[in-house]
């Protein structure tokens, strides 16, 4: 059964960090793109990084642009997500979801390229 699992998740006050952790089960980590999504209460979800699995290149929205990192582990066998110098906008449940084809290379994070999903880890930015 292939299964996403986020951890990392909690609360935090501004200009603070976080890592957050994506682990898979049932499927090969680092063949996967992988991306990180968050959806923030009464919003869509948006996608805010993706790390390709052909070259490890790593893509990023703007809004998170130099202040969140996405990463693997040198196992292969999880994928990060470093946020630093959080805000209260950030406050959201990220999501990390995996896709077989390099859906890093479709500009905006479309989400239809991405088949397999967690279940989400809550990130609350607040003093």
């Known amino acids: 059964q292939v299964q996403l699992v986020e951890s990392g998740g909690g609360l935090v006050q501004p200009g603070g960090s976080l890592r957050l952790s994506c682990a898979a089960s049932?499927?090969?980590?680092?063949?996967?793109?992988i991306g990180w999504f968050r959806q923030a209460p009464g919003k869509e979800r948006e996608g805010i990084a993706c790390?390709?699995?052909?070259?490890?290149?790593?893509y990023y929205k703007d809004s998170v642009k130099g202040r969140f990192a996405i990463f693997r582990d040198n196992a292969g066998n999880l994928v990060y997500l470093r946020m630093n110098n959080l805000r209260p906008e950030d406050t959201a449940v990220y999501y990390c979801?995996?896709?077989?084809?390099?859906?890093?290379?479709?500009?905006?994070?479309?989400?239809?390229?991405?088949?397999?999903w967690g279940q989400g880890t809550q990130v609350t930015v607040s003093s």
């Open positions: 979801a995996a896709a077989p084809l390099d859906a890093c290379f479709y500009t905006g994070f479309p989400e239809a390229e991405y088949g397999s």
């Open positions: 049932g499927f090969i980590l680092n063949a996967n793109a």
């Open positions: 790390i390709s699995n052909t070259n490890n290149s790593a």
